[in-house]
């Protein structure tokens, strides 16, 4: 019996190190090939949200498959096209209050300056020494200079391969599912089916929720700060909806661009307070409301599972990378269930929430026992 006890422990010792092994290996492999495997992924999940259009176009008008796959790439690339001429009248509109913004920066530095002379007793013409012995140390090299070409680069290169890896899946999507069954024997086909039709749902149903969420976001965002007064209030709704689908850091972002942009495009500080209570009530709605009903339904994953997943896409592929976590984690997450082995896993990502009782429920719960209690004591 006590052999039998041990040989287990051992057993489940060698699971943990195999697994902790095959997550480093997966770790490393993700960071080498990641200007590889990054377009690929964006381009399946493409491939997952265009599916439901081709499918349309094909069974309901009886398109042919290329003619769909086309049609439905180019909706994509003109709602994109579209939301990318928005933003650059905004920014243009930016260029053009240039002098403006100039003068606004000039005031609101000379308004530090003496914060800082009256707080800490250093003179203007130290701090001016200081800033620009800070930027002697901190210029522009060539190296850098290549870095910032080859990433400019990588965002062109992948501007046009996730296009070209969309449409090329949606018309192999057929040989691509098959290739997957040849792979399994037939008593796993089933498993296998149900396991593809459940990551397509999983996927489809996530980013809709979060495209959503990014419309009433910004159109929130939009209204409050219209209200407030602020000048540039379409481009930083916009702004905010969209740095918003990076999960607990895109809307802290969104916020302090939001503050930066207040203080560039007017004098008047108190616009400040304005922004931020905007900010709060935005968020407050769309933690309380949009994500547990919109977003939350379709993705189980806890927020500990999320905020690592986010900081290890971003350390690993960026910005690109915070924003295909979630995605990934969700994918994931129907793989480790469906595994026996790796169940326990899909357990701990998980978010299994209590039942709650709303606030509505509490106070007829309440006013349920006093009334019991009063018709008892009668």
């Not at 041990?6 to 960071?31: Q, R, W």
């Not at 499918?55 to 049609?71: G, H, I, M, R």
């Not at 979060?210 to 419309?215: K, Q, V």
């Not at 701990?348 to 349920?368: A, E, G, T, Y």
């Amino acid at each position: 019996m006590v052999e039998k006890s041990s040989l287990n422990s051992e057993n489940n010792k060698k699971k943990i190190a195999y697994s902790f092994f095959i997550i480093v290996v997966l770790f490393f492999f993700v960071y080498i090939a990641q200007n590889i495997l990054f377009p690929i992924i964006l381009g399946f999940i493409f491939a997952i949200i265009l599916f439901p259009i081709v499918s349309f176009l094909t069974k309901k008008w009886f398109f042919p498959d290329e003619l769909a796959v086309l049609l439905s790439l180019l909706l994509a690339i003109g709602s994109f096209v579209l939301l990318f001429f928005t933003l650059s009248k905004q920014i243009s509109s930016l260029f053009e209050d240039l002098p403006e913004i100039t003068k606004n920066l000039n005031l609101h530095y000379k308004h530090i300056q003496s914060w800082i002379n009256e707080q800490f007793h250093i003179s203007a013409v130290d701090q001016k020494l200081f800033l620009e012995k800070s930027v002697s140390s901190n210029e522009i090299s060539p190296s850098s200079s290549f870095q910032s070409l080859g990433s400019i680069t990588d965002i062109l290169m992948n501007t046009i391969l996730i296009p070209i890896y969309t449409f090329l899946i949606l018309i192999y999507r057929k040989n691509l599912i098959q290739f997957v069954n040849l792979l399994f024997s037939d008593s796993k086909k089933g498993t296998i089916k149900i396991v593809i039709n459940e990551i397509n749902h999983v996927i489809r149903n996530y980013i809709l929720g979060l495209l959503i969420e990014m419309l009433v976001v910004s159109l929130l965002t939009g209204f409050g700060l219209w209200i407030i007064g602020l000048k540039y209030f379409v481009f930083l709704a916009i702004l905010t909806g969209i740095l918003n689908l990076i999960p607990y850091i895109g809307i802290l972002v969104a916020c302090v661009i939001s503050i930066l942009m207040t203080l560039v495009g007017s004098s008047d500080l108190s616009l400040i307070t304005g922004v931020i209570v905007v900010n709060i009530f935005v968020q407050f709605i769309d933690n309380n409301i949009l994500i547990p009903k919109i977003v939350g339904s379709k993705v189980r994953i806890n927020a500990l599972a999320s905020m690592i997943g986010v900081i290890i896409g971003g350390t690993i592929a960026g910005v690109g990378g915070m924003f295909l976590a979630l995605p990934i984690l969700a994918i994931l997450k129907v793989l480790l269930d469906k595994s026996d082995n790796l169940s326990a896993y899909a357990y701990l990502i998980s978010d299994n929430p209590k039942k709650k009782i709303s606030f509505l429920s509490k106070l007829k719960l309440v006013k349920k026992i006093k009334t019991d209690g009063i018709n008892k004591k009668v």
